[in-house]
């Protein structure tokens, strides 16, 4: 697919949605400021996946490290971020490897095979729980980042783990972060039912299930979980931005609910993926130079 190539510093004017190939940073850069009304986003957790391309994040060497990059990556989300903005932040946990090396091919998940991986962070022991949610929430907000809420996503349908001395994961976090104290925040439109049949504010805890999709290898949140983000956060025709797009979930759900999107993401064959799923026209689609 032919594509317009843009560098930066220059910056690109926004008419309608579109697809950025290339690293979230530097594609950030040639974003308008303030022109998102909200990000929703997932971006690669450490150590976990190997997307086999240069630059990816979640290979860093060290916790810190991949810590330091995405505050990086979130300041300039700040930067294109509107003043009244909030940015969802879906981030998983994971175990220290106890200093295995390697971990072998999953038949259904190639990314899941890593040829080298993280020495356990200083400071902590084989088989303790990371903690990377919390430590990355609290990097962000001593960034200048307000935390206003952690959302438990719980999975009812979480896969089985073979493991007899702790409870089986079945949950992440949404971290919801604002850029000011004052923010737009629908609560209405995602209200729910509460026990006695009366609809009362969202809790923070929700039950959604993972969903498989077929295209792909790699983690693709599913549309029920980033829905009354992008309800509660934004009006008709506004910018919702995703600096790790993937397959491009956050698309589909903009387009489901006549929202425009900006999407972010390294490796060209998830954009193409994500393109073919959105049937985004050529035109929409931009590759940014290195
Ligand atoms: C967890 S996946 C996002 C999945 C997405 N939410 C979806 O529903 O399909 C993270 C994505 O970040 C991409 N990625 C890794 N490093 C990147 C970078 N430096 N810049 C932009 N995208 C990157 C990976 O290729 C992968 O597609």
Redesign the pocket.
Same mark, same amino acid.
């Given at each position: 697919m032919k594509r317009n190539t843009v560098s930066p510093p220059s910056r690109i004017k926004l008419t309608d949605s579109a697809i950025l190939e290339?690293?979230? $940073?530097n594609?950030l850069r040639i974003l308008p400021p303030r022109f998102a009304q909200c990000v929703v =986003?997932?971006? %690669?957790?450490w150590g976990l996946?190997d997307?086999h #391309?240069d !630059?990816?994040? !979640?290979l860093e060497p060290t916790l810190p490290q991949f810590i330091n990059h995405l505050v990086a990556v979130f300041n300039e989300v700040k930067r294109v971020l509107r003043d009244d903005g909030i940015l969802w932040l879906?981030i998983g946990d994971g175990y220290t490897s106890g200093n295995r090396r390697y971990r072998a091919a999953d038949k259904k998940n190639p990314a899941r095979a890593m040829t080298t991986r993280p020495d356990t962070p200083d400071g902590l022991k084989p088989k303790d729980l990371q903690g990377i949610p919390w430590r990355l929430a609290f990097a962000l907000q001593e960034d200048g980042w307000y935390l206003r809420s952690d959302i438990v996503w719980n999975k009812p349908n979480a896969m089985p783990e073979s493991v007899k001395d702790r409870p089986t994961r079945s949950h992440e976090y949404l971290f919801m972060l604002t850029k000011s104290k004052q923010y737009y925040y629908d609560y209405d439109a995602i209200r729910e039912t509460g026990l006695d049949g009366r609809y009362r504010n969202r809790r923070s805890v929700w039950d959604v299930n993972t969903q498989a *999709?077929s295209d792909?290898h *790699?983690? =693709? *949140?599913p549309a029920k979980l980033i829905e009354p983000c992008i309800a509660a956060s934004t009006r008709k025709d506004d910018y919702v931005l995703? %600096? *790790?797009? !993937?397959? !491009? =979930?956050?698309g589909v759900v903009c387009t489901h609910k006549h929202r425009r999107y900006v999407g #972010?993401? $390294?490796?060209p064959d998830?954009v193409l993926l994500?393109a073919k799923r959105l049937n985004a026209a050529k035109e929409e689609i931009i590759k940014v130079a290195v």
């Amino acid at each position: 697919m032919k594509r317009n190539t843009v560098s930066p510093p220059s910056r690109i004017k926004l008419t309608d949605s579109a697809i950025l190939e290339g690293d979230a $940073l530097n594609a950030l850069r040639i974003l308008p400021p303030r022109f998102a009304q909200c990000v929703v =986003t997932s971006p %690669p957790y450490w150590g976990l996946r190997d997307y086999h #391309i240069d !630059g990816q994040i !979640g290979l860093e060497p060290t916790l810190p490290q991949f810590i330091n990059h995405l505050v990086a990556v979130f300041n300039e989300v700040k930067r294109v971020l509107r003043d009244d903005g909030i940015l969802w932040l879906n981030i998983g946990d994971g175990y220290t490897s106890g200093n295995r090396r390697y971990r072998a091919a999953d038949k259904k998940n190639p990314a899941r095979a890593m040829t080298t991986r993280p020495d356990t962070p200083d400071g902590l022991k084989p088989k303790d729980l990371q903690g990377i949610p919390w430590r990355l929430a609290f990097a962000l907000q001593e960034d200048g980042w307000y935390l206003r809420s952690d959302i438990v996503w719980n999975k009812p349908n979480a896969m089985p783990e073979s493991v007899k001395d702790r409870p089986t994961r079945s949950h992440e976090y949404l971290f919801m972060l604002t850029k000011s104290k004052q923010y737009y925040y629908d609560y209405d439109a995602i209200r729910e039912t509460g026990l006695d049949g009366r609809y009362r504010n969202r809790r923070s805890v929700w039950d959604v299930n993972t969903q498989a *999709f077929s295209d792909s290898h *790699f983690a =693709t *949140f599913p549309a029920k979980l980033i829905e009354p983000c992008i309800a509660a956060s934004t009006r008709k025709d506004d910018y919702v931005l995703d %600096p *790790f797009f !993937g397959s !491009g =979930t956050v698309g589909v759900v903009c387009t489901h609910k006549h929202r425009r999107y900006v999407g #972010i993401e $390294l490796n060209p064959d998830y954009v193409l993926l994500a393109a073919k799923r959105l049937n985004a026209a050529k035109e929409e689609i931009i590759k940014v130079a290195v």
